[in-house]
């Protein structure tokens, strides 16, 4: 490695920990418990996701890196959860077994108390969700084998809808970003959609029979990589904001300039955790509020 780009590394890796530390320590983070609060957290290049409501706690999946599989999971999840006071989990989603998504979801299942592992099974010779899959057993967490249609109703104001795949459906390994879970997440009349991975034909598939334009947020699929970029897809939606999980200075091109450029054209916010650290939606009385650890203010205010 070149001086230049090791220093390059260094600097990303201490933005990283900054980010992280700024999501425990700053005032008001843990303490907002009412509502309905989604935080992205800056997991780096992955994808990590706590949705809180109503005393329920969802986790969708837990970041994960191919040197380090569980590092960010022990470095920002884990923290943030004890952070928040949470030490149990009602529903652990993996949305496919890349390991940037499921590689920390085992320091998940070894160090916190988790009621449910939610996964599809359509993956073909998935070495790391069979590795996942055992480690639930040993750990006596049931595992739940989802895929369009289901539903999980938390309470009366909230609940995730499984959009795809479809039941059934196979995915070899060079397939497995489109065999990603897609959800959408519900509280009263605020819609989350999150996609994984997910590009191409599949995403016109997963919303088939959706009103896109209900969708407040969008987190977009595949880290906003350049190979998503859809505008018959992105036509149908009328978000508040969108969200990119997404590295800071990754080797992928990770978001693509056209999808960028797409959603700045549009006029909505773009929050990305290379940029803001982890972020975070909170609903509550009617409103959404939109915030990020690398700037504490309230960022943006929207009916």
């Not at 009349?189 to 969008?218: K, N, P, R, Y």
């Amino acid at each position: 490695m070149q001086l230049g780009q090791m220093k390059k590394y260094k600097l990303a890796a201490l933005l990283l920990l900054l980010s992280a530390l700024l999501v425990l320590l700053l005032p008001g983070w843990a303490a907002r418990r009412e509502g309905f609060q989604l935080t992205l957290l800056d997991v780096g290049q992955g994808d990590a996701l706590l949705v809180s409501a109503d005393g329920y706690n969802v986790l969708i999946d837990g970041g994960g890196r191919p040197t380090d599989i569980t590092g960010m999971a022990e470095r920002v999840v884990i923290p943030y959860l004890k952070a928040q006071g949470i030490g149990r989990l009602d529903v652990v989603f993996n949305t496919h077994p890349d390991t940037d998504h499921i590689g920390g979801l085992f320091a998940v299942l070894d160090e916190m108390r988790v009621d449910y592992l939610a996964v599809f099974r359509g993956y073909l010779a998935s070495e790391r969700q069979e590795q996942l899959l055992a480690l639930a057993e040993a750990r006596g967490v049931p595992v739940l084998a989802v895929a369009a249609g289901e539903v999980f109703q938390f309470s009366d104001n909230f609940r995730i809808e499984v959009l795809g795949p479809l039941s059934g459906a196979e995915f070899n390994p060079e397939q497995v970003n489109n065999g990603s879970l897609v959800l959408r997440i519900s509280y009263q009349d605020f819609d989350v959609l999150t996609c994984g991975d997910l590009v191409g034909e599949q995403l016109h598939m997963a919303v088939a029979g959706l009103d896109c334009s209900e969708i407040e947020v969008l987190q977009l699929p595949h880290h906003g990589s350049r190979y998503s970029y859809d505008e018959s897809w992105y036509a149908g939606f009328a978000p508040q904001a969108v969200f990119i999980s997404v590295g800071r200075d990754n080797s992928f091109g990770h978001p693509g300039a056209a999808v960028v450029k797409y959603w700045q054209r549009r006029g909505v916010p773009i929050w990305r955790t290379d940029l803001h650290g982890s972020c975070r939606i909170s609903y509550r009385n009617g409103q959404a509020y939109f915030e990020s650890a690398l700037d504490d203010s309230r960022l943006l205010e929207a009916d």
